[in-house]
């Protein structure tokens, strides 16, 4: 069974708390599915090329249809030709990939014991940098001496996010920003007791 580290005010470890034994048998590939929907979404969907009827020039045919020894040309807006439309461009397409709410639920639980698994999961009472100072957030992540830190708060006060708007590899999100994938991409998570405990189910 995967065990989440409890830290105490000093950011020391003071205990564990087990994760529900049912997150265990949880399938990695409804992660894969989340985290491939999630990055499909954020594709800008911009690519755009002229195909033939779009591309300005060809009102005129170009030679006489006969008597060339050439090929016939009959627009200059055929792909053949420089400045012409192209072939089976990209045009804009459709690339959101559904993901059910129950996969999206059970990819967050798999994430979150992935984590707790590795031992890379911390949770806190509250987490609050009430100076609002970057040294003070950086005081913390550096005493949990991870490469990378996605911090999970219940509520983000202006303080707390200035502190840590400019920590390398540390990433602050509240609770209904939370998802899969936020939570499988950093190598270690610190996460409020109150949003771990919604998240497990926990009273």
């Known amino acids: 069974m995967s065990k989440a580290v409890i830290l105490n005010e000093k950011f020391e470890a003071a205990g564990n708390v087990e ?5 265990d048998s949880i399938n990695s590939h409804n992660l894969y599915l989340y985290v491939k929907s999630y990055l499909a979404s954020l594709r800008s ?6 195909t033939r009827a779009e591309v300005s020039g060809g009102g005129k045919k170009p030679k006489a249809q006969k008597g060339s ?11 053949l030709f420089v400045g ?18 129950k996969q999206k639920v059970l990819a967050l ?10 031992g890379t999961l911390f949770i806190l009472d ?11 957030a950086m005081a913390i992540v550096t005493k949990l001496n991870q490469r990378s830190t996605l911090v999970v708060v219940d ?5 707390t996010y200035l502190a840590f708007r400019n920590v390398p590899n540390c990433y602050v999100v509240e609770k209904q920003e939370l998802n ?9 998570v610190v996460i409020e007791k109150a949003v771990f405990d919604s998240l497990t189910g926990e009273k």
């Open 19 to 23: 994760l529900p034994s049912a997150y």
């Open 180 to 188: 899969a994938y936020w939570m499988s991409v950093f190598h270690s």
């Open 109 to 118: 639980k798999f994430a979150l014991n992935a984590q707790a698994q590795r």
């Open 126 to 136: 509250a987490l609050t940098v009430e100076s609002g100072k970057t040294k003070d």
């Open 69 to 79: 020894g050439g090929a016939r040309w009959g627009s200059m807006r055929s792909p």
């Open 155 to 159: 509520l983000l006060d202006e303080k």
């Open 84 to 101: 012409g439309g192209t072939i089976f461009g990209p045009t804009k397409r459709n690339y959101e990939q559904k993901v059910n709410k």
């Open 45 to 50: 969907n911009t690519a755009r090329s002229k």
